[in-house]
């Protein structure tokens, strides 16, 4: 219930379920009567934050077990700034259904922050995860043996590992032709965030990626031939999933033994600061704290 585009409102899906909440109560109750898991639902906020508990609380009552929040209002878009500041409320008034919070959660400092501040059960990503699938990487501190985020991954690294999954489970074209294209560009991000498209050189551009009409097409844009894509298909059968992520994580580790926490695809002068050093982030709108100077895109 937070897809704000005609396409779903028009037919009265999405967002415009937030003005019928009779029949979005009816939907949740029939998921969660037939359904033998959890039924989760997400929202955006409505006019009034009394306004979006008392609809969030209905689909409670109906059978949800968990609520994602999108703090954005339906007619704000993905340029708006998300707004954080009304987390705490929102999980307050919840409890004890866990909530998420979903809206501008790029780095692992600021989710962090806000579910240690809020109260907040985690968070929901989509664009992030196309920025930079690697930030849901973590490691161990180890000066206080916390739980952090790890140093991301360079867009090669990502992508190359996102070509061998997808020849590994045989993807279909279309889907990682697109997801591609969405790593390699930063319309859906804010500049803070994303201040350029990504640049790997003439041939391996979006015009390249675009050309392709086959997963073997893509593949061979990011330096797969014939005999490594062959590989990755032989391995499909012989090599378990265990071994599989034994190999991977060992891959990871050697190449990363010398990468530094470092900033990938940020403006310049971003500040490259761990998580040690933001554990000040508050509860503020991002206007606030882009005033402030703690929105500057780091590495995680």
């Known amino acids: 219930m937070g897809c704000p585009i005609k396409f779903s409102t028009q037919g009265g899906m999405g967002a415009a379920l937030l003005a019928d909440s009779e029949r979005a109560v009816s939907i949740v109750r029939t998921l969660a009567m037939s ?19 008392a609809f969030a609380r209905g689909l409670v009552e109906a059978g949800a077990s968990c609520i994602t929040l999108h703090m954005r209002h339906p007619f704000e ?34 989710i962090d922050a806000l579910m240690r501040n809020s109260g907040c059960a985690g968070a929901m990503l989509a664009r992030p995860a196309l920025l930079n699938t690697s930030m ?36 279909n074209y279309q889907n990682c032709k697109y997801t591609i294209m969405e790593m390699l560009n ?21 015009q390249e990626v675009g050309k392709a009409k086959s997963l073997r097409d893509l593949a061979a844009v990011f330096g797969f031939d014939d005999a490594a894509y062959a590989s990755v298909v032989a391995r499909r059968a012989s090599e378990s999933p265990e071994t599989w992520a034994a190999r991977h994580d060992v891959n990871y580790d ?3 033994a010398s990468r530094k926490n470092h900033v990938v695809r940020a403006a310049d002068g971003d500040n490259e600061a761990g998580l040690d050093k933001r554990e000040d982030i508050s509860i503020e709108e991002p206007s606030q704290k882009r005033a402030k100077g703690l929105l500057n895109p780091v590495s995680n």
Request: hydrophobic share 40%.
């Open 35 to 53: 359904c033998k898991v959890p039924v989760s639902a997400k929202i955006r906020m409505l006019k009034t934050m009394e306004e979006t508990i």
């Open 77 to 110: 878009k993905d340029r708006d700034p998300a707004h954080w500041d009304v987390m705490p409320t929102f999980a307050e008034a919840l409890k004890p259904t866990p909530v998420l919070a979903n809206g501008d959660m790029y780095r692992w400092a600021d």
């Open 136 to 171: 849901f990487r973590r490691t161990l501190d180890p000066k206080t043996g916390a739980l952090v985020g790890a140093p991301l991954m360079t867009l090669e690294e990502v992508l190359n590992e996102y070509i061998e999954e997808s020849i590994r489970w045989d993807l």
């Open 186 to 206: 930063n319309r859906r991000h804010q500049k803070r965030f994303c201040s350029q498209k990504a640049d790997l050189g003439p041939a391996r551009s979006m």
């Open 254 to 256: 050697t190449a990363g």
